[in-house]
């Protein structure tokens, strides 16, 4: 089955201990993105990655880092999290760059709280 | 700079009755439109894009939506709803300027009674 995957789903945490979110996805998609969700403001984009090795800075990256070593990977790490991450995390991927022909898939989520 | 805005945060619908829920957008040069749902505790699913062709565009579940270029609206409808299609709803434009990547409405809840 074509998916996306994100562990945990839900992490509860405290200011200052790092942590990494994973995200991978088994459709040979060479497009990953981190989003936030909160409400009223929609999803907004973290990091994105057009290929293994290239990835780039989306509209909220501050407080965030993203590695891409291998096509499926896509994991998401908080060095020093403060409350202000907490959020609904979204992990996703596409074909392509999204917004053509080829769907967006999305992970499940991982819910976020540091206190 | 480009943005679409989803103008209500709830829409409330008795069963069986049409639904429309509301997306204006802004963007230089044509846009690419999209809908997206998002279930409890699921991620985002894809309902239906607008690229090019018949303003009118059909979708999954019985979704359909609107491209109005005049009025830069994009709205999702459905002749009636059901008690299932109660969910998040997002619309969102393609973002030209950096990797194609879309831009989210800030979501509206739809909550259909029965």
């Known amino acids: ?14 200011t200052g201990k790092k942590l990494t979110v994973t995200c991978s996805q088994n459709m040979n998609h060479e497009y990953m993105s981190w989003y936030r969700q909160d409400p009223g403001l929609g999803l907004r984009q973290i990091y994105y990655s057009m290929n293994v090795e290239v990835t780039d800075k989306g509209d909220v990256p501050e407080g965030y880092k993203v590695s891409r070593k291998e096509k499926r990977n896509f994991p998401l790490i908080l ?23 080829y769907e967006q898939y999305f992970g499940p989520g991982t819910r976020l709280t540091v206190t | ?44 699913q894809f309902l239906l894009k607008y690229i090019t062709g018949d303003n009118l565009v059909k979708g999954s579940y019985g979704f359909e939506a609107e491209f109005n270029k005049s009025q830069t609206s994009f709205h999702l409808k ?37």
Not at chain 2, 17 to 40: A, I, R
Not at chain 2, 87 to 104: H, M, P, S, T, W
């Open chain 1, 1 to 14: 089955e074509a998916q996306v995957t994100q562990n945990p789903r839900y992490l509860i945490t405290v």
């Open chain 1, 79 to 101: 060095e020093s999290p403060s409350p202000n991450q907490t959020s609904l995390y979204f992990c996703a991927s596409s074909l392509v760059p999204p917004g053509g022909n």
């Open chain 2, 1 to 44: 700079a480009q943005s679409v805005a989803q103008p209500e945060d709830q829409v409330n619908v008795a069963e069986g009755n049409p639904l429309t829920v509301k997306c204006t957008y802004s963007v230089s040069g044509n846009p690419y439109l999209f809908w997206y749902v998002q279930y409890p505790n699921r991620g985002l």
């Open chain 2, 78 to 114: 459905k002749p009636s709803a059901l008690v299932s299609d109660s969910a998040l709803y997002f619309c969102a434009v393609r973002d030209y300027n950096q990797g194609g990547k879309l831009i989210f409405g800030q979501g509206t809840e739809l909550s259909v009674k029965p």
